[in-house]
């Protein structure tokens, strides 16, 4: 199914409209409903049962950037039509993968959890995503205006790298990009759905988290005249994912980094020169990334014990897990689950209740 354009307009738009419900149609299709947030400028979008499972939150966090987190499973193969004229876009993905294409004949590529892909096109020019059915989809989007980018960032565009700069410059298109998402900006961008702060503090932490997540993304740019080490072939960029997908399908019984380079054909050495390009970390450092990653998924949706989720997660003594979450995080597992579960207002979460309409406006607010 085809669903309407989205434009930046729109929602900015919708962000600004007086406190109502409103049942959101695609063409002919019921798409779902939104309705105002209660702490700040910005709505929450779920969509109807026949569409998928949950929705995603925009919040507009000043009139040069936004951000939009999404936790959302489709019921049924969806494709829509993103157009973001004059911003720098960033998608920090945090669970799991879809396609996505720019321009007309262009294959798809990847969006895929531990990666954040951004761009900026030419005016007019939308991005392709496909949904697709039963997959769970959640991630950070982050919308920052071309010609405001010092004010946000306070940093002048000749300063950052030639692709950031020749966009805010020049409008040279960049393509869509994908980057890994390091340490930092995935910590990042799990705080972001996880905060608890209300009104002008959300907002403040928000517009923080967004920041971080920018941030890193443009280091990932920055040239590091100290590299050392030979450049990467395409054929070593994918072996050093596949070394990825293997810790992330090991996580209770990890490989050393011996035995990895050897699954994947490398040799230690290229192995964890590969990764500080690609992540900026060891495969040490990667290993518990990805560990922590998935810890806070099965914190936050599952019911499982916690001491459970430690050993699948790679941690043999629960205290260790507790530390290594805390020190990640900001609070403690039981806490995080307490707050996703009930902490956290319904109006300010992807998910919440079934996706059917309140019985008012005011049902809406109280939530």
């Not at 262009?106 to 959890?113: C, I, K, S, V, Y």
């Amino acid at each position: 199914m085809i669903l309407d354009d989205r434009t930046i307009e729109e929602m900015l738009g919708c962000a600004g409209r007086p406190a109502e419900v409103t049942r959101w149609r695609s063409t002919a299709v019921h798409e779902g409903w939104r309705e105002p947030l209660v702490s700040g400028q910005g709505f929450r979008h779920r969509y109807d049962e026949a569409m998928g499972d949950g929705g995603w939150v925009f919040h507009q966090l000043n009139d040069a950037l936004s951000m939009a987190l999404v936790d959302f499973r489709a019921a049924r193969p969806l494709s829509r039509l993103h157009r973001h004229d004059d911003h720098l876009v960033f998608c920090a993905w945090i669970e799991g993968r879809s396609t996505i294409s720019a321009g007309g004949g262009l294959a798809d590529e990847e969006l895929a959890h531990g990666f954040c892909t951004f761009y900026g096109l030419p005016s007019g020019e939308a991005v392709r995503t496909v949904y697709e059915p039963n997959r769970p989809l959640r991630w950070v989007s982050i919308f920052l205006r071309r010609d405001r980018v010092k004010e946000v960032l306070g940093l002048d565009a000749a300063a950052l790298p030639a692709i950031f700069r020749d966009y805010i410059l020049q409008r040279t298109p960049t393509g869509l990009r994908h980057v890994p998402l390091g340490n930092v900006a995935s910590i990042a961008a799990t705080q972001a759905f996880e905060c608890t702060y209300q009104g002008e503090l959300r907002r403040l932490y928000l517009i923080a988290k967004a920041i971080e997540i920018v941030c890193a993304v443009i280091q990932s740019h920055v040239e590091d005249d100290d590299a050392d080490g030979p450049a990467l072939r395409r054929a070593d960029v994918e072996k050093i994912g596949l070394a990825r997908q293997v810790i992330e399908q090991n996580l209770d019984d990890p490989l050393s980094v011996s035995e990895l380079a050897a699954v994947v054909g490398m040799t230690v050495k290229k192995l964890q020169h590969g990764f500080q390009l690609l992540y900026r970390g060891s495969v040490g450092q990667v290993y518990k990334q990805v560990r922590l990653s998935r810890a806070m998924v099965l914190v936050r949706k599952s019911d499982k014990p916690m001491i459970d989720i430690a050993i699948e997660c790679g941690y043999e003594c629960p205290g260790s897990f507790t530390r290594a979450f805390k020190l990640a995080f900001g609070s403690c597992p039981t806490l995080v689950r307490a707050t996703a579960t009930r902490g956290v207002p319904v109006a300010e979460r992807p998910h919440g209740r079934a996706a059917h309409a309140p019985a008012s406006a005011d049902e809406a607010l109280v939530n």
